[in-house]
């Protein structure tokens, strides 16, 4: 009943921005935490940053002072602006959402993935 899809990805040198979108679509009567998360080849799946409801944000200590996290609630929509992007920022990135449903089922919702590759 919900679904999340993300845009944003490609290829882009070191230094470089790249700013990810997420946005969320469905029967949604709201949205709690949302999030992005990546998963590198070989590695397992890590939280970058995550954003609640009010606005509090979190990050992973690789991204700190680079990425950052925000959301607009009007527009479903979760962003995730990148600068300063390293080689090891490399991966698929997921945008995760915990979304209740007007029929009122809570339940954590992942989008399909994007890829970010940074490289010279």
């Known amino acids: 009943q919900g679904q999340l899809v993300e845009s944003g990805g490609g290829l882009v040198q070191p230094g470089g921005s790249l700013r990810l979108s997420c946005a969320a679509s469905?029967?949604?009567?709201?949205?709690?935490?949302m999030g992005w998360y990546r998963q590198a080849p070989g590695k397992q799946r890590e939280l970058v940053a995550g954003?609640?409801?009010?606005?509090?944000?979190n990050y992973a200590d690789s991204v700190k002072g680079r990425f950052t996290i925000s959301r607009s609630d009007a527009k479903r929509t979760v962003y995730l602006q990148m600068n300063s992007l390293k080689p090891e920022d490399t991966a698929v990135y997921y945008c995760?959402?915990?979304?209740?449903?007007?029929?009122?089922?809570?339940?954590?919702?992942w989008g399909q993935g994007t890829q970010v590759t940074v490289s010279s």
């Open positions: 469905g029967r949604i009567y709201s949205i709690n935490a």
């Open positions: 954003i609640t409801r009010s606005g509090s944000t």
């Open positions: 995760n959402a915990d979304i209740t449903t007007n029929s009122g089922i809570r339940s954590n919702y």
